[in-house]
């Protein structure tokens, strides 16, 4: 069955530093997120991508953040200059352009700034 | 932000019994809801979706209700089995497919 996979499983970097996080989405899927977790609470929307655009974004996804899809195949995120609040666990999900319209969600990115 | 509640953190079940977990909204512009379950170190895994204008859907051992008027919906799980033993996260969405609002999750234990 098809899945989303997202690389590396853990990252530790230090405050200021700049990531990158991967994800490849299912392969004929269209729209594509990034969710986040703090430990402890809610799974949060980040931003939304189509059609090589960015559809939405929420108040979390300021300048410091941006997405990519660099090829036809992975989707990435970044985040530019790493802060310690940006510690959580990071979801990429797709999924396809016809209902149902359930997002699949890949395994996650633990980010840890130290 | 609360836009989606689920009351309860924790539900714990007897093998075989029905476990019921509930998730209230409170966005009545809200068109798809759907639910999900974690495990430890996973992603969320896709269970099972509702649209508004239903009020019922059923895969197998899972249902979901949807109450518009009450702005409530459940998860019935029947019969439990210990497998199903995660964390469970409503979540809806404005225009079926856009960004998904969660609520914080209910960790559900089936007991052998």
């Known amino acids: 069955e098809p899945e989303v996979t997202q690389t590396p499983s853990h990252q530790v970097t230090q405050m200021g530093q700049e990531v990158i996080l991967r994800c490849v989405p299912i392969?004929?899927?269209?729209?594509f997120y990034w969710y986040r977790q703090i430990l402890g609470q809610k799974v949060e929307f980040l931003v939304s991508?189509?059609?090589?655009?960015?559809?939405?974004k929420s108040e979390i996804f300021d300048d410091q953040f941006s997405v990519e899809r660099p090829d036809g195949s992975n989707f990435t995120l970044k985040i530019r200059s790493t802060k310690l609040e940006d510690s959580a666990m990071y979801f990429c999900?797709?999924?396809?352009?016809?209902?149902?319209?359930?997002?699949?969600f890949g395994p996650g990115t633990r980010l840890t700034v130290t | 932000d609360q836009q989606v509640k689920q009351n309860s953190p924790s539900l714990s079940v007897q093998e075989g019994r029905i476990s019921i977990l509930n998730c209230d909204y409170t966005?009545?512009?809200?068109?798809?809801f759907l639910w999900y379950k974690k495990y430890p170190a996973e992603g969320p895994t896709f269970l099972i979706s509702?649209?508004?204008?239903?009020d019922k859907n059923e895969d197998g051992r899972f249902t979901v209700f949807l109450n518009k008027s009450a702005k409530h919906l459940s998860l019935h799980i029947v019969p439990s089995q210990p497998g199903d033993s995660a964390v469970y996260f409503c979540?809806?969405?404005?225009?079926?497919?856009?960004?998904?609002?969660f609520g914080g999750g209910t960790r559900l234990m089936v007991k052998p």
């Open positions: 999900a797709s999924r396809s352009g016809l209902p149902p319209y359930e997002q699949y």
């Open positions: 979540a809806a969405t404005l225009n079926a497919g856009n960004m998904l609002t």
């Open positions: 991508f189509y059609n090589n655009e960015i559809s939405e």
């Open positions: 392969s004929n899927h269209l729209y």
């Open positions: 966005n009545s512009m809200f068109d798809y």
């Open positions: 509702i649209s508004s204008i239903k």
